[in-house]
């Protein structure tokens, strides 16, 4: 995988994961909106990182789909958390494709994000994994 | 995951070189499109291998891949220690960290194994006390293996330890919800 293909599919992932977190931090109350909202702003903040990253590779960033499709239903908390946890736990092996695909500190900066995600997973109630990737049949 | 027009069925995840493990991941999200078309996921195998010719020096990789591999054996054995020392415990204390402690030795056997048997120093006393030395380990863990991707000249070794690497910074929010 080429650094501009790896990093478009970041670029792709968070704007997924931008999209779920708005849908699923409606979803939720209290503290668990708090780590939502701040989740949020991560996603927006790392999708602007990757895009950078494609547009320094060479190529163009592509642009959010007005809406996607979510693979469940996201009404109460449960399945809102459940959401947000496969999105996080997806986005590890996108990372973990751009830290092949790079080297220095982008790929130190990809590797930190992977771990940030699959913990927020874990904090929306995924179980531990040896090599975090969506389950969503798990929850 | 939201899906975003195309499913992709299955895609391969870590397994540095072919060795053990090929894990495989279906689902939708960003197998979704991100991953695009089939031709780019093939295109992960071929593009990053060293030539024959590219050799300037011999790859750090093997030696790197042993030390991780060592460190994951030694976490098993804090585990092992902590697992004895609360054996008295509720029996979802000792199912959570049996569970951690498996995926320790997943990610020894992914990186090739290790002949090291480590003995852990002796776990404290209280169960606050155990627990919060093993957060400890999987954080400095975690560190180490982000550092060790970033050095790694091998890009499939570097794949493989950002996903144990996030998996042991995991581990400790898993760890927190044990603490009495």
Redesign the interface.
């Known amino acids: ?2 650094p501009v ?1 790896a990093w478009t ?1 970041v670029v ?2 968070e704007d ?1 994961a931008v ?2 977190y708005s849908v699923a931090g409606g979803r939720v109350r209290g503290s668990a909106q708090q780590r939502a909202l701040a989740g949020l702003e991560v996603h927006r903040s790392n999708r602007s990182r990757a895009a950078s990253l494609v547009t320094a590779s060479g190529g163009t960033p592509p642009p959010a ?1 007005p809406a ?4 469940e239903e996201v009404g109460v908390p449960r399945e809102a958390k459940a ?1 947000m946890a ?2 996080d736990n ?8 751009a ?3 790079s080297t ?1 500190e982008d ?2 900066w ?3 994000v ?6 927020r ?3 929306w109630g995924a ?10 049949s798990a929850q | ?4 027009v195309v499913d992709v069925e299955s ?1 391969t ?2 397994s540095h070189q072919t060795r053990s493990a090929a ?1 495989t ?1 279906r ?10 078309p089939a031709g ?1 996921l093939a ?2 195998t071929g ?2 291998e060293p030539g024959p010719d590219a050799t300037t020096e011999p790859s750090t990789a093997p030696v790197v891949e042993q030390g991780v591999a060592t460190e994951e054996a030694e976490l098993i054995a804090l585990y092992d220690a902590a697992i004895a020392a609360l054996a008295d415990s509720p029996p979802d204390v000792v199912g959570v960290l049996t ?2 402690r ?3 030795a ?2 020894r056997d ?1 990186l090739g194994g290790s002949t090291a048997e480590p003995t852990a120093p002796s776990a404290p006393g209280t169960v606050a006390a155990v627990i919060d030395g093993l957060i400890d380990a999987e954080r400095e863990a ?1 560190r180490a ?2 550092r060790s ?2 050095d790694a000249d091998d ?2 070794l ?2 493989l ?14 760890l927190r919800d044990l603490r009495p």
């Open positions: 995988m080429t293909e599919a792709a992932g997924a999209y779920a789909a996607y499709e979510l693979p959401l496969e999105v997806a986005l590890v092996a996108v990372y973990a494709d830290a092949a695909a220095g790929r130190r990809a590797a930190r992977a771990a940030d995600s699959a913990v997973a874990v904090g179980p531990t994994q040896a090599f975090p990737t969506a389950e969503p | 995951m939201p899906q975003r895609s995840i870590p894990f991941r689902d939708g999200l960003l197998a979704l499109a991100l991953l695009g780019l295109a992960c593009t990053s569970d951690l498996d995926q320790h997943a990610h992914a975690s293996r982000i991707c970033t890009p499939e570097a794949r330890l950002v996903f144990v690497g996030a998996s042991e910074a995991s581990h400790v929010p898993a």
